[in-house]
């Protein structure tokens, strides 16, 4: 059962994405939040797998909180999924950077919510059409990579670095590199812990930042 946790200042917004959640079998609504500061406290009091969280909110806003549940040990297991209206360069990269798993707009189908939240749950990056376009546009607009990013990585490591950028799985970059999965979950652990990232998703903004992954628009 995914234990999801709701912060959003508006308890319309609240109610109806817990009663969509709740209509899930895998998924329990433990608790909801009205500002950033209540959703950390909450995150840990109610042991919760994701937080959906707005950005937007009065005091302690979505990214701050973001950014102390990801510094915080005792919620290492906890990931964020931000829902939010506004879908900017600055707040799709504060996000991820600040330790968020996944990002959407609150217009997205009931349906890709429920999935985003499987998906962030299970440790996998997800990023919506328009979060990915503002992360191209980022990186596009520098005109070199930040030096230093890759030069504690091997070969096979930028390689399949590469390959998560692009979007694969862990099967997938199985299947593309021809080894076992076990050992793909290894190279992603071992780059986890190399670039100090704390999911994927911080993966794929190393591998865009670095030039590895160059956007094809």
Same mark, same amino acid.
């Given at each position: ?9 508006? =308890? ?11 209509? @899930?079998?895998?998924? @329990?609504?433990?608790?909801?939040? /009205?500002?950033? #500061?209540? /959703?950390?406290?909450? @995150?840990? @009091? ?20 973001? /950014?102390?549940? =990801? ?28 330790? #968020? ?14 999935? +985003?939240?499987?998906?962030? #749950? #299970? ?31 091997? =070969? ?14 862990? +099967? ?11 050992? +793909? ?33």
């Amino acid at each position: 059962m995914i234990r999801v946790l709701l912060a959003d200042d508006q =308890a319309l917004v609240r109610s109806a994405f817990a009663l969509l959640i709740s209509s @899930a079998e895998d998924m @329990a609504v433990v608790g909801e939040a /009205a500002d950033g #500061a209540q /959703a950390v406290t909450m @995150a840990r @009091a109610e042991r919760a797998d994701v937080v959906v969280m707005d950005i937007r909110m009065p005091g302690t806003d979505g990214i701050a909180a973001t /950014a102390r549940i =990801a510094e915080d040990p005792d919620l290492a297991g906890v990931r964020v999924l931000i829902l939010t209206t506004f879908e900017t360069d600055d707040n799709v990269l504060g996000a991820l950077r600040a330790g #968020a798993s996944g990002f959407l707009v609150k217009d997205a189908k009931p349906g890709t919510l429920l999935a +985003a939240i499987r998906t962030v #749950a #299970a440790g996998d990056a997800l990023l919506s059409p328009g979060a990915t376009r503002a992360l191209i546009t980022r990186v596009l607009a520098q005109p070199d990579p930040p030096p230093g990013v890759l030069d504690m990585l091997t =070969a096979r490591e930028r390689e399949v670095l590469t390959l998560i950028g692009r979007g694969l799985s862990n +099967a997938e970059l199985a299947e593309e590199l021809v080894i076992s999965p076990l050992t +793909a979950k290894t190279y992603v652990s071992r780059l986890l812990t190399k670039l100090d990232a704390r999911d994927r998703a911080q993966l794929v903004i190393a591998a865009y930042e670095s030039g590895l992954v160059r956007p094809q628009l």
